[in-house]
């Protein structure tokens, strides 16, 4: 997928508009006040209040080897199935970690960790040299705890740490390559419901982050019974599909996107991906689609909209936000670390152009660095991206007001 999926190059000369909002200015203060079809349930008020927790990102936990090539990989699948058992194998026995990388909703949970979020995560973290890796690398960034799916004595297969292979080019196209492309699904199996602790920890999140991967790990109804006894206890669920989108379109796949589309409190996707999830690419009808469904409980729908910038839909609400205008090194990870701004936003009842704006600063400030992972944007980097808006208006970015109530939101 090109980088422009994600944010512009500062060389674009490409005209986007001023944020649309098609409310009252004045109304977009505090965006919940107007939710008459859908009220925001108390979130502070519950039990995550008291626990720490502003989120939990759910399975998904891998480590990402990152592996430049001067072409990428073949696509039939003996070819990819044999590379990724033989990489596998010889990245465990060497030293050399200088191409490892954390990865899945690691992406997410470190952006909101630097955030200033309190986050953990619930996955599956084995005792092999990359779970021993991913431990210590979320330690360092301020994620210590990690929830077991289950006991790795009953199930075989969480003995072993997911490993995603990342082919990357020099002109910066890159392929993955891994367990999830060849099943057999679910990866983890036998699993019929979540350890107590993994539900407890959920129960106790202000928020808790599903993607599109977990149903390749999970099966469908664990995914949606977590979900649903997480919300019922007072956390705010986010779904964003990802590339996933694509592979839930039929049979009991489908089934499970209706499932957690309805359960959704926010729902975070690309145009393309709206498009395999509501049967729309426009992004007003698509989030229309997803806001209407006859169970839904969702309140907010995000479409990114890569070098335009994003969206935000609630059923009283359109907000738009021009991208920031950087200079592109590596798409990898933008959209899903824009993930972290949209929790803080939510669970902080906070504007909605404020989150977006903050959201796409995030992305934009990754897009400047190489890889995800620790290479998501960095606090310090998204707050230089806010306040160059501030000082620095550009016509086809964010306005400086807009920028100035994204830097209140994590200055």
Known sequence: MPC???????????????????????????????????????????????????????????????????????????????????????????????????????????????????????????????????????????????????????????????????????????????????????????????????????????????????????????VALAAQRAQQAGAAIFFDPGPRAFTLQEGPRRAALDAILDIADVVLMTQEEALAVAGESEPFHAAKAVLDRPQARAQWVVIKLGGTGSQLHTSTHVVSQPAFQVEVKDCVGCGDSMGGAIVLGFIQKRSLSATLTLANAVGGATAMGLGAGRNVAGREDVLSLLQRGIDFPNPHGPSPADCRAALELVA
């Not at 720490?52 to 696509?75: E, F, H, R, T």
């Not at 799916?149 to 196209?173: C, H, I, M, N």
């Open 4 to 222: 422009a999926v994600w944010v512009a190059s500062i060389v674009s000369s490409t005209s986007v508009p001023r944020p649309i909002l098609f409310a009252p200015r004045s109304s977009l203060l505090t965006p919940f006040d107007s939710l008459s079809r859908k009220s925001h349930r108390t979130l502070l008020a519950s039990s995550a209040a008291s626990s720490g927790l502003d989120l939990v990102a759910l399975s998904n936990i891998c480590v990402d080897i990152v592996l430049p090539v001067k072409d990428l990989p073949p696509l039939d699948v003996e070819s990819r199935k044999k590379l990724l058992a033989e990489k596998s194998a010889s990245l465990a026995a060497t030293g050399d970690r200088s191409n490892w990388e954390v990865g899945g909703s690691c992406n997410v949970a470190i952006a909101a960790a630097r955030l200033g979020l309190r986050v953990a995560t619930c996955g599956n973290i084995a005792s092999d040299v990359y779970g021993h890796f991913l431990r210590k690398t979320l330690e360092a960034e301020g994620i210590p705890q990690n929830a077991e799916l289950a006991l790795a004595d009953l199930f075989p297969t969480l003995r072993e740490t997911l490993l995603v292979l990342t082919f990357v080019t020099s002109g910066g196209k890159h392929a993955f390559c891994s367990r999830y492309d060849f099943g057999p699904w679910p990866l983890l199996k036998g699993i019929e419901t979540l350890a107590d602790g993994a539900h407890q920890m959920m129960a106790t999140a202000k928020a808790v982050f599903i993607n599109g991967f977990v149903f390749d790990e999970l099966p469908p109804d664990v």
